[in-house]
């Protein structure tokens, strides 16, 4: 826990973002509505630090070598803010635990493989 390398923080970081999914799964949220939002709260937070330390280990890793980040000229401009991969990455748990998209059913269906397989 005192290891302040960027491999270390990450795991760290990894496995209390762990903890918090395992105790989000391990109740039902529609009967503890207050506890399900507080845990959905540290989630997103968990995920925006594993997101910002995996960003910094590829950074240093990478530097300029690093692959430019054209995919988010397809989002509008009110959805790109600083924690845009983290509301993604939040929308694949989502998914791949059966939520759906509003109005969406087939196509949360068959998107619904590939947010397992990226969470």
Not at 3 to 24: N, Q, V
Not at 92 to 110: D, F, H, T, V, W
């Amino acid at each position: 826990a005192d290891d302040k390398s960027l491999l270390a923080r990450f795991y760290h970081a990894d496995r209390a973002l762990t903890a918090i999914a395992s105790e989000l799964d391990s109740f039902d949220g529609r009967a503890e509505p207050v506890r399900c939002t507080r845990l959905v709260s540290r989630l997103r937070q968990g995920q925006d630090r594993v997101l910002a330390i995996t960003n910094q280990i590829m950074d240093e890793l990478l530097g300029d070598d690093r692959a430019q980040r054209a995919f988010r000229v397809k989002f509008p401009e009110e959805v790109l803010q600083e924690s845009l991969a983290g509301q993604l990455w939040f929308g694949a748990e989502c998914l791949a635990a059966g939520s759906s998209i509003l109005n969406r059913e087939a196509e949360s269906a068959k998107m619904r493989p590939l947010a397992k397989a990226v969470t």
